[in-house]
């Protein structure tokens, strides 16, 4: 895909995501959401993918070090092996919502997208140099996973748009594929043997 339709496909799953957030009730926030989070931790979480785009926008790298979006997970996975440090980020996240957490998110999507390139520069990002091209799948990925999360935990409608739904899709397969787990994925969609319980690409 180009850039351009990888910039498209963003704007449209943080669009997503912010309509799944409009629908929190007042009395949700503090709801359990995923795990030991609760609706306002899961929401700065999805707020990260747009800090993320904004903050690494502005850190050029010399030279690409992850091909694409697939092998940014592989590279990152020994840095998640500390829940307790994500959910510290979270939380944070969270608590920096404020008192308006809508109105946070919302500006931090409007930042996110006003410095979506249109030269498809080289960023440094968490794994090291990336196409920013490569490093959006990333972020349609977190933002569309955690939208369904988070519309599951307040009851919302939680259906993908379609082409946020293929990014992710293809890059899951992507990643399986790298993983080398590509047989228990197609006897899983055939339906020919189930994935274990506890299987995740991330």
Known sequence: MTLQAHVETFRRAG??????????????????????????TLVGHIGRSFTTVIDYSSR???RVEVADAAQYYLVIAPMLTDPS????????????????PLDTLRELQD????????????IDTIAGGMRFSDYLPTRIFELG????DLARAIGAHEALPPEVAASIVALSVAVAQRR???????????????????????
Do not use: F, K, N
């Not at 996973?145 to 369904?148: D, E, L, R």
């Open 111 to 122: 930042r996110a997208t006003a410095v979506l390139a249109t030269d498809d520069r080289i």
């Open 60 to 62: 050029p790298a010399d």
């Open 145 to 148: 996973v955690h939208s369904i």
């Open 85 to 100: 440090q994500i959910d510290a980020r979270a939380v944070q996240a969270g608590l920096a919502l404020g008192e308006r």
């Open 180 to 202: 080398g787990d590509s047989q228990a994925l197609l006897c899983a969609l055939t339906g020919r043997g189930p994935l274990s319980p506890d299987y995740s690409i991330v």
């Open 15 to 40: 669009d997503h995501a912010v309509l799944v957030a409009e629908q929190i009730r007042p009395d949700q926030w503090d709801s359990p959401a995923l795990g030991t989070w609760s609706v306002r």
